[in-house]
């Protein structure tokens, strides 16, 4: 029901696309949570998230708390006495004292129980899953743990990146979402106990993980470069010097590649087709080919 007291809870991008989405309809958004502003760029400007500043323009009051475990913001919580809340790659654990308040379902980025965990997205690439999906959930106290109430699956074709694979599986989310609030007493009777077979859990991401040696093997290197872009770029040492590589693919035995910027690896070889030299703008692999190995 639209007119049930909604508090959203998320700070990301793909949070964000539910967000839009459900202040668009018409929902009743009585508050947004969202994590605290934080430093950002060489001058440390505090910055909101993109979640935050949406909630603010369309005056939706914000809360940005550290964590749940004062009282204060407990009986905060409590005091807006949600019907229902929706979290959404939002950061914080929710504790059993806001989860005994009003159920809380979230938009999680996996075929539940597959990836649960911080990167579920990156994780998939990186694993050479062939689909991935949205399940909206149920929470409990564990971690992704709760009964499912539906999921899609969504093919992770080899193009994609993590910011494309994203885009899609945040607008499938924000579809997904609605029709389990317009529904809410029956989505929430229809929610089915997880199974723990093929149970991942997909740790966060470590900036380290981005690099990578030009002797690991092509299949894997363009999984990395695949799962790390736009952000935070996978990279390689080249002639003493971090390249970032933005896209990449693996060769096909049957074309010529003369002019791409192409490497060998023990399985086979890849192309680099966007590349950021060190302290360079992104450009193309054949660019960096023409312009940068032949000096």
Request: net charge positive; charged share 30%.
């Given at each position: 029901?639209?007119?049930?007291?909604?508090?959203?809870?998320?700070?990301?991008?793909?949070?964000?696309?539910?967000?839009?989405?459900?202040?668009?309809?018409?929902?009743?958004?009585?508050?947004?949570?969202?994590?605290?502003?934080?430093?950002?760029?060489?001058?440390?400007?505090?910055?909101?998230?993109?979640?935050?500043?949406?909630?603010?323009?369309?005056?939706?009051?914000?809360?940005?708390?550290?964590?749940?475990?004062?009282?204060?913001?407990?009986?905060?919580?409590?005091?807006?006495?949600a019907?229902?809340?929706?979290?959404?790659?939002?950061g914080?654990?929710?504790p059993?004292?806001?989860?005994?308040l009003?159920?809380?379902?979230?938009?999680?980025?996996?075929?539940l129980?597959?990836?649960?965990?911080?990167?579920?997205?990156?994780?998939?690439?990186?694993?050479?899953?062939?689909?991935?999906?949205?399940?909206?959930?149920?929470?409990?106290?564990?971690?992704?743990?709760?009964?499912?109430?539906?999921?899609?699956?969504?093919?992770?074709?080899?193009?994609?990146?993590?910011?494309?694979?994203?885009?899609?599986?945040?607008?499938?989310?924000?579809?997904?979402?609605?029709?389990?609030?317009?529904?809410?007493?029956?989505?929430?009777?229809?929610?089915?106990?997880?199974?723990?077979?093929?149970?991942?859990?997909?740790?966060?991401?470590?900036?380290?993980?981005?690099?990578?040696?030009?002797?690991?093997?092509?299949?894997?290197?363009?999984?990395?470069?695949?799962?790390?872009?736009?952000?935070?770029?996978?990279?390689?040492?080249?002639?003493?010097?971090?390249?970032?590589?933005?896209?990449?693919?693996?060769?096909?035995?049957?074309?010529?590649?003369?002019?791409?910027?192409?490497?060998?690896s023990?399985?086979?070889?890849w192309?680099?087709?966007?590349?950021?030299?060190?302290?360079?703008?992104?450009?193309?692999?054949?660019?960096?080919?023409?312009?940068?190995?032949?000096?």
């Open positions: 029901m639209k007119n049930n007291r909604l508090v959203f809870m998320g700070s990301t991008e793909f949070s964000l696309a539910s967000l839009k989405k459900l202040y668009e309809d018409g929902f009743n958004i009585v508050a947004v949570y969202s994590r605290e502003p934080k430093p950002v760029g060489r001058h440390y400007k505090l910055t909101k998230t993109v979640v935050h500043e949406f909630a603010e323009s369309k005056n939706i009051p914000v809360y940005t708390p550290k964590n749940f475990k004062d009282e204060e913001e407990v009986k905060i919580f409590a005091d807006l006495k019907d229902v809340a929706v979290v959404s790659a939002y914080l654990i929710i059993q004292t806001l989860l005994d009003a159920p809380f379902i979230n938009i999680h980025g996996s075929l129980p597959r990836w649960r965990g911080a990167a579920p997205i990156q994780r998939a690439i990186l694993a050479g899953d062939a689909e991935t999906g949205i399940s909206i959930m149920k929470m409990d106290a564990g971690l992704d743990t709760g009964d499912v109430i539906s999921i899609k699956p969504v093919k992770i074709s080899n193009e994609m990146n993590y910011g494309q694979l994203s885009e899609v599986l945040a607008q499938l989310g924000a579809e997904m979402i609605e029709e389990t609030l317009l529904n809410l007493k029956e989505s929430l009777t229809r929610a089915t106990k997880q199974s723990e077979n093929g149970a991942c859990y997909a740790h966060k991401i470590d900036k380290k993980e981005a690099r990578f040696d030009l002797s690991d093997s092509a299949v894997s290197i363009v999984r990395k470069i695949k799962a790390f872009a736009p952000i935070p770029g996978a990279w390689a040492e080249l002639n003493g010097k971090r390249l970032k590589i933005l896209d990449a693919s693996l060769t096909e035995n049957d074309k010529n590649y003369k002019d791409d910027l192409v490497f060998e023990p399985d086979g070889k192309i680099a087709k966007i590349v950021q030299p060190e302290g360079k703008k992104p450009m193309s692999g054949r660019d960096f080919r023409r312009g940068y190995l032949k000096k």
